[in-house]
Nanobody, 117 residues
Framework: QVQLVESGGDLVQAGGSLRLSCVVS????????MGWYRQAPGKQREEVAY???????DYADSVKGRFTISRTNTRNTIYLHMNSLKPEDTGVYYC???????????WGQGTQVTVSS
């Protein structure tokens, strides 16, 4: 069983920066995917930044050049470095892991990011 605990969400002014953290506990393999989603009010949850099963990184077009995902070598902590924040970045940010064997997904409880204009 994998457990995810996010932290770091806050209220910040436009143009500011935040770093989100996700502590991952449980068995994680090098081929498991992990990363960040977000959900804005009234919108569907969307992928923001993700380490894929092959080890590449995907970013949503809306955050490219502003957000950076990173993780520790042991994969027990995932970070999302967010710069040049915009009001449209406001939402609940969720940590996500997708294990391949067994095929299963896990979500954190979410952390609120609010960007004021």
């Amino acid at each position: 069983q994998v457990q995810l605990v996010e932290s770091g969400g806050d209220l910040v002014q436009a143009g500011g920066s935040l770093r989100l953290s996700c502590v991952v506990s449980g068995r994680i393999r090098s081929t498991d995917g992990m990363g960040w989603y977000r959900q804005a009010p009234g919108k569907q949850r969307e992928e923001v930044a993700y380490f894929t099963h092959s080890g590449t990184i995907d970013y949503a077009d809306s955050v490219k050049g502003r957000f950076t995902i990173s993780r520790t070598n042991t994969r027990n902590t995932i970070y999302l470095h967010m710069n040049s924040l915009k009001p449209e970045d406001t939402g609940v940010y969720y940590c996500h892991v997708l294990t391949l064997n067994p095929l299963k997904q896990f979500w954190g409880q979410g952390t609120q990011v609010t960007v004021s204009s």
